[in-house]
């Protein structure tokens, strides 16, 4: 199998940004130059161009000062610069792409899940920290080697073959989150899982034990992230690296047609992440779901979405009475976050029930009172918690239809006034 040529590459690459970006990785590639310091493009967007799917954030690795040109191309185009010393890494924020620049380095890990320590190193060292063959290739973008492809791994043959494959036998010890991303790459690309890899990532998946919260949340946010989450989420059930996370976590058979459900509902968006975890959540018993939450320290609000989506499934039958008023479907409702409605919704098969949920989400919910507070004192109306029944009494006849027009509000306010409201 023949390697794309530099001139190839460098045609490919040029193709496939905007002339922008070309721009400044031209800039970037000058001042490298003036160095004597070799720039690359590196990790998943080199992978993705072989793959003929441009569209990827670029990260830019220097052999030298990562900073300082961070620093200069921020100086020269305005970029927001955000920079992390420690690691030698800083991101460019542009209006239309970020560009995330780091030192070439290589890392050693003290104990499994903890943070690498770090020194700079040649690229070649920096692609052997990377996670898999495909992700650890290199495009020169200076001097002469303009377009050249570093693959000292080669993750070329890997893409090829369809197959994702670890740099060595220690890699999900040394950082267990890239079990995650093994299934991740697997179900976006349709890609193999590498048999040597996939007996190590068995073998090892009680390293996940190792990870911290927060980075194992951001593992099932990027999964969120993708375009099919259900895939990867299935898969990790099936190789029972959700059981690791927490015994109880799997994933059935009917949450694959829930998260499509949820895409549609929220398209073009993605569903939001706290109705993921909704979904993810919804087989398990309440003390379960709340040692998820403590496993991925989820936000407060997505606890509240997880734990109103179950109270609320347990209450879902009482939208099937066909005699159900509008007002009684939003008090049944409304204490809850919206988010677990939605939840609720992407899971719910019966039509009386997915009507009623839909009915609230577009309309009901929306429903207000041409009426406020000061126009009730102004008629008569006590300060004080009459005022809130009041509006509520008004929504409720507006939800059910009995009040249409300012005038009805005004006729109903009146009628409970002589009621000596
Ligand atoms: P995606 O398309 O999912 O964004 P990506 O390849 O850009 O993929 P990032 O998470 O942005 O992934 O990481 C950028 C690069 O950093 C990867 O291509 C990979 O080379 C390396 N990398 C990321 N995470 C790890 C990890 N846990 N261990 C080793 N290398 C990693």
């Given at each position: 199998m023949n390697s794309p040529s530099k001139v190839e590459l460098s045609a490919a690459l040029k193709a496939s940004l905007p002339s922008r970006l070309l721009f400044i990785l031209h800039k970037a590639g000058e001042f490298c130059q003036e160095r004597r310091a070799r720039l690359f493009i590196a990790g998943g967007w080199v992978r993705d161009l072989l793959l003929d799917r441009p569209g990827h954030d670029i990260d830019l690795v220097v052999e030298g000062d990562g900073l300082s040109l961070a620093g200069e191309l921020a100086r020269q185009t305005g970029a927001q610069i955000t920079s992390h010393g420690r690691f030698q890494t800083a991101r460019l924020v542009f209006e239309q792409f970020t560009l995330d620049i780091a030192t070439s380095r290589r890392e050693a890990y003290p104990h499994p899940g903890s943070l690498p320590s770090v020194e700079p190193a040649p690229i070649e060292k920096d692609l052997l920290r990377r996670d898999f063959t495909i992700n650890a290739m290199a495009i020169a973008v200076s001097?002469?080697?303009?377009?050249k492809l570093i693959d000292p791994l080669e993750g070329r043959r890997d893409l090829e073959e369809g197959l994702v494959r670890?740099?060595?036998?220690?890699s999900f010890r040394d950082d267990a989150t890239r079990i995650f991303r093994t299934v991740r790459y697997e179900q976006r690309f349709n890609f193999t899982i590498e048999p040597a890899t996939l007996k190590q990532l068995k073998d090892d998946?009680?390293?996940?034990?190792?990870?911290?919260p927060d980075r194992l949340r951001y593992e099932f946010e990027c999964i969120f992230n993708e375009h099919a989450p259900e895939k990867a989420l299935g898969r990790s059930g099936e190789l029972s690296v959700l059981g690791e996370v927490l015994p109880e976590l799997s994933f059935q058979p009917e949450q694959y047609r829930w998260f499509e459900a949820a895409r549609l509902y929220s398209s073009p968006e993605p569903p939001p992440a706290a109705v993921c975890f909704g979904l993810l959540s919804y087989h398990l018993e309440k003390q379960a779901a709340k040692s998820l939450g403590r496993r991925l320290n989820l936000p407060n609000e997505t606890c509240q979405v997880i734990t109103d989506a179950l109270t609320l499934k347990a209450g879902l039958?009482?939208?099937?009475?066909?005699?159900?008023?509008p007002s009684a479907v939003y008090h049944l409702l409304s204490g809850f976050h919206l988010l677990s409605v939605v939840t609720c919704l992407a899971t719910e098969s019966r039509p009386a029930v997915r009507r009623q949920l839909e009915r609230y989400l577009d309309e009901l919910r929306h429903v207000r009172p041409l009426l406020d507070g000061n126009d009730l004192k102004l008629a008569g109306v006590a300060e004080g918690p009459a005022i809130r029944q009041v509006l509520q009494a008004i929504q409720d006849a507006r939800l059910d239809g009995k009040a249409v027009t300012l005038q009805d509000e005004i006729e109903l306010v009146k009628s409970l006034l002589a009621r000596r409201f």
């Open positions: 001097g002469d080697d303009f377009g670890i740099l060595h036998p220690e998946k009680s390293y996940l034990a190792t990870i911290s039958d009482r939208l099937e009475g066909a005699e159900l008023q």
